[in-house]
């Protein structure tokens, strides 16, 4: 189809990979690598709120802790406010352009970070009201970027290696997760070398360290800095060539834009840019995108939707294997910084070991493997691998030597996760629409993954915070065929590797070729 194409894009899709991609691959994940950086601290931070804030002397058997309501708005406001950004931004992309609302998302991404480590307060109300605020806001901006980075990534890259350029964008979300693990250990070694207080069963008051309200907030103000250092090359960014040649129709800007980019001769086509506009003209809600692409939205949104209601449910088992791998000690035993220092250090071993890792996986191989046997793949494993750990969850956590086979199980599901539909949802909808579309409906899939992230956290991990493990043991065998699910729904979606984004969306006016193409090669495959 290259000879239906403009100039413009031909060159796009068989430019050779260059410095520029890579840095684009860096600006452009710095969302995620903020969204891992917040999620990995609050979750470990959340703990040392609960002796700092709820401790209360007249139950004093053990530390304070959040209450449950209070841990489910800390934990996931920022969720809610993800979604909300996803949406919004996600449609600012397509009808104001990619480059005009992404410099503002990191701007609120900077900001809301900084201001969730002031807290304005000393009450518990107050500390926890603010600090949901700004977390919210800061959902608000990194939700923004998931359909921003995934488009414009896309519409940057060649085709041979666009899969794995949007797979490492969003394999940022490991670096993120590698980065505050460190910064926790450092903060928290640094407050202990100097802060140190008793274990809780020795003396109840003086085990929560009054600094450790200095540590939570330096942390989390810290994931302010990568964003930062990065905003002036956002800025620097030109608009993405297919938007400003289909969308804009301007074939000419297009071409010195990207010849710049490029560093290459790239022709106007301005006669054939009629042509590419006059086919895509359908809006989002018309019977034309329902039969072009229908199917295709309701895959990518339902496999995101299930997927996020298993992965965010995760952290289910891992109150048995830290202590179980002697990674963590009960909290009666330890200080609230040293509980900060070892939860963080677990958390840091099990990114380092099963969660990073798939992320790369899946950048090496999803050009030779495809989004689609990777997707399958992934769910089935996780599924397999739940259904496992809960089937045979007390005989797991009961004998001291099944706990390394409970770590690998544990590792395993998470390591299939992001090699698998963790990072293959998030590359597929930014291929399979429209240009004038591809932003919208990349952020009504990646919306649709952080409902499924709600009802993880605010539903399935409410259900088992007692620890019952009958409940625990449920809830892993109910998310093993969600991810069943979640296989089933793969097939709605069609592997794109190896073609021009126009060629999988049918925009250069090949759809009826394209659509027996997709089939072929699934068929093939």
Not at 295 to 312: E, P
Request: aromatic share 14%; with cysteine.
């Amino acid at each position: 189809m290259e000879k239906n194409n403009l100039a413009v894009l031909n060159a796009l899709d068989s430019a050779r990979t260059q410095w520029y991609h890579l840095t684009a691959i860096v600006i452009a994940g710095m969302g995620f690598f903020t969204d891992a950086y917040d999620l990995f601290c609050i979750s470990a931070i959340s703990k040392l709120l609960g002796r700092l804030y709820y401790y209360n002397p007249q139950k004093n058997a053990k530390p304070g802790k959040l209450p449950t309501k209070v841990n489910n708005f800390v934990v996931g406001v920022a969720i809610v406010g993800t979604l909300a950004g996803q949406l919004v931004f996600g449609w600012l992309g397509d009808k104001l352009g990619r480059k005009k609302v992404y410099g503002f998302t990191l701007i609120l991404m900077v900001f809301c970070a900084i201001c969730s480590g002031l807290s304005f307060g000393s009450t518990p109300k107050s500390v926890m009201t603010t600090l949901c605020f700004f977390r919210f806001w800061l959902g608000f901006g990194i939700g923004g970027d998931y359909p921003l980075s995934a488009t414009i990534m896309s519409e940057y890259a060649n085709k041979k290696t666009r899969g794995a350029f949007i797979a490492a964008v969003f394999a940022m979300q490991g670096m993120g997760l590698i980065f505050a693990g460190l910064v926790s250990m450092i903060l928290s070694k640094l407050f202990l070398m100097n802060y140190e207080g008793p274990p809780y069963h020795v003396d109840n008051v003086f085990s929560t360290e009054p600094q450790a309200d200095f540590m939570w907030r330096i942390a989390l103000m810290i994931g302010a800095l990568p964003a930062l250092l990065t905003y002036y090359w956002r800025m620097k960014m030109p608009e993405t060539g297919r938007y400003t040649a289909l969308i804009e129709g301007n074939a000419k800007q297009a071409a010195i834009d990207m010849g710049k980019v490029l560093d290459i001769d790239i022709s106007e086509d301005q006669e054939k840019l009629q042509q590419f506009k006059s086919k895509n003209e359908y809006p989002l809600f018309s019977s034309e995108f329902f039969k072009r692409h229908g199917l295709h939205l309701i895959g990518t949104a339902s496999t995101w939707f299930l997927l996020d209601i298993a992965f965010y449910s995760q952290n289910l088992a891992q109150k048995d294997i830290f202590p179980a791998m002697g990674l963590t000690s009960k909290a009666e035993n330890v200080s609230a910084l040293r509980e900060v220092f070892q939860t963080s250090k677990a958390m840091f071993i099990v990114a380092l070991f099963g969660t990073f890792p798939g992320y790369w996986f899946t950048v090496f191989f999803i050009e030779s493997i495809g989004r689609f046997y990777i997707q399958l793949v992934g769910f089935f494993m996780m599924s397999v691998f739940m259904l496992i750990m809960g089937i045979k969850y007390g005989d797991l956590k009961g004998h001291p030597d099944n706990k390394w086979l409970f770590a690998v199980l544990y590792g395993l599901t998470f390591f299939f996760a992001n090699f698998g539909p963790n990072s293959t949802t998030f590359v597929l909808p930014a291929e399979l629409f429209p240009t004038r579309l591809r932003s919208t409906c990349h952020a009504i899939s990646a919306a649709s993954g952080k409902a499924g992230a709600m009802i993880g956290i605010f539903a399935v991990q409410s259900y088992t915070l007692g620890g019952e493990p009958h409940k625990i043991k449920k809830a892993m065998i109910v998310l093993a065929f969600t991810n069943l699910l979640g296989f089933a729904c793969t097939f709605l979606v069609s592997e794109t590797k190896g073609r021009s984004l126009e060629e999988i969306s049918g925009e250069d006016g090949g759809l009826e070729e394209n659509e027996t193409q997709m089939t072929s090669a699934q068929m093939a495959r």
